[in-house]
């Protein structure tokens, strides 16, 4: 029989929040169902002793689930692993660095319930950081919203409540390389914001690489624009090439002009080349991620469950 409530959280460099967040969690979840809880936490390869102090919480009560993975995943992944092992009829995903208040499940709750939702998400008012993280989730939403057919929300947050049904639905997309917060939105069903306000705790872990890689795979993985670019590409440069052919044609049989433009010709060769080179690294792209997905390998590897709800 199905409990109540799941709170999932991962862990990644997680050991100095760990504890407060399992207090605050625990609170707020008796506050909302009593006892009738699970608190999910997946170690996703975490270099301190984040696992330790989970596991250690395992044996002090009986709620918590520690799901080891084998190695360092990624977020996304991880948060998929979490959400297979909860058995809740709610479930709410969180990050437990307490950048997002556990608090938040009472308020989504009651949305949830007077909306007849199944997904509450928090949303920040102003996205968190200096001005370059500010300007580079405007641009990252800008472009991405530009080039798929998803309407995916901004300044959105991890935090979220989720149905069982919304759940399963979610988990029934394949995926290896996936990127979670489109698989979000497209799983559909009614989902309803809130604004909340996210803390700051530490540095964040999503370098400028990181980011721009997030971007490429998103938009890999939810937008064929650009292979229609390169074909849209081609029919203008053969249309631009075969009206300047025109136009040297006309010159030379009826105005006697010679042919000539060294420079013009090797312009032509570099522009042309490097288009070439990266429309064959776009292409490489969508390859490598049929490769990626056809090879079928996990995208995750439990090493353990800890806990004595071990299933």
């Not at 990624?74 to 948060?79: E, L, T």
């Not at 909306?115 to 300007?135: H, I, P």
């Not at 136009?247 to 490097?274: E, H, K």
């Not at 969508?286 to 997905?293: D, G, M, P, R």
Request: net charge neutral.
């Amino acid at each position: 029989m199905p409990i109540k409530l799941s709170i999932v959280a991962t862990l990644y460099q997680s050991a100095q929040y760990l504890t407060e967040f399992y207090q605050r969690a625990s609170a707020v979840a008796k506050q909302l169902v009593g006892e009738d809880y699970e608190i999910i936490l997946v170690n996703d390869g975490s270099p301190d002793n984040s696992l330790n102090i989970a596991v250690q919480l395992t044996e002090s009560d009986s709620h918590v689930v520690v799901v080891d993975l084998s190695r360092n995943f990624g977020h996304h992944k991880a948060m998929m692993a979490g959400l297979e092992h909860a058995s809740g009829e709610k479930i709410f995903l969180i990050d437990c660095d307490l950048e997002e208040e556990p608090e938040w499940l009472i308020s989504f709750s009651e949305q949830m319930t007077a909306e007849k939702s199944d997904v509450v998400y928090g949303v920040q008012a102003e996205r968190k950081g200096d001005w370059f993280e500010k300007w580079s989730g405007a641009i990252y939403y800008s472009i991405f919203n530009w080039l798929s057919h998803i309407d995916h929300p901004k300044n959105i947050v991890t935090a979220r409540l989720m149905t069982r049904r919304y759940v399963n639905a979610l988990l029934s997309h394949k995926e290896r390389e996936m990127v979670i917060s489109c698989l979000w939105v497209i799983t559909g069903f009614k989902q309803c914001s809130q604004t909340v306000k996210k803390h700051t705790t530490s540095n964040t872990t999503y370098s400028l690489s990181k980011k721009l890689g997030y971007l490429v795979n998103a938009i890999t993985s939810f937008s064929e624009f650009p292979l229609k670019m390169i074909f849209l590409c081609g029919i203008v440069v053969f249309c631009a090439a075969m009206l300047y052919a025109s136009i040297l044609t006309f010159n030379r049989l009826f105005m006697s002009q010679p042919v000539d433009g060294w420079t013009s010709i090797m312009v032509s060769i570099w522009v042309l080349g490097g288009m070439v080179i990266s429309f064959i690294g776009i292409i490489g792209i969508y390859l490598a991620k049929i490769f990626s997905e056809t090879k079928q390998r996990p995208y995750v590897i439990v090493r353990d469950i800890h806990g004595k709800q071990k299933r």
